[in-house]
């Protein structure tokens, strides 16, 4: 499958903005979708994940709250509707694909397919 972000900018501190990651290939449906960023000098970090039917959510503590995954498995779209956001969330913003959602859902090497990523620029 390829993944293919967008929907990222530049906003301000407490703006919403809405990523969409649209995938390639009629198997979408059967995967588990999740969302990592990596801000500038540090790791890849693991922020949202959805089940193959959108059954099942995770979110990292840092987003619980604020950010809420979705999926339209007729479009083979998944989306990160992303609130309040702080000047910490700045990063580049990858989705990603994998079989089946465990319990090691939030480690990056876990995950088969990356998308390119998308920017999010969030000024204080």
């Known amino acids: 499958v390829q993944l293919q972000a967008s929907g990222g900018g530049l906003v301000q501190a407490g703006d919403s903005l809405r990523l969409s990651c649209a995938a390639s290939?009629?198997?979408?449906?059967?995967?588990?979708m999740g969302w990592f960023r990596q801000a500038p000098g540090k790791e890849r970090e693991f922020v949202a994940v959805?089940?193959?039917?959108?059954?099942?959510?995770f979110y990292s503590d840092s987003v619980k709250g604020r950010f809420t995954i979705s999926r339209d498995n007729a479009k083979n779209t998944v989306h990160l509707q992303m609130n309040s956001l702080k000047p910490e969330d700045t990063a580049v913003y990858y989705c990603?694909?994998?079989?089946?959602?465990?319990?090691?859902?939030?480690?990056?090497?876990?995950?088969?397919?990356w998308g390119q990523g998308t920017l999010v620029t969030v000024s204080s």
């Open positions: 290939g009629r198997t979408f449906s059967s995967y588990t």
């Open positions: 959805i089940s193959w039917n959108g059954g099942s959510t």
């Open positions: 990603a694909a994998r079989d089946r959602l465990n319990s090691d859902y939030d480690m990056i090497l876990a995950y088969d397919y």
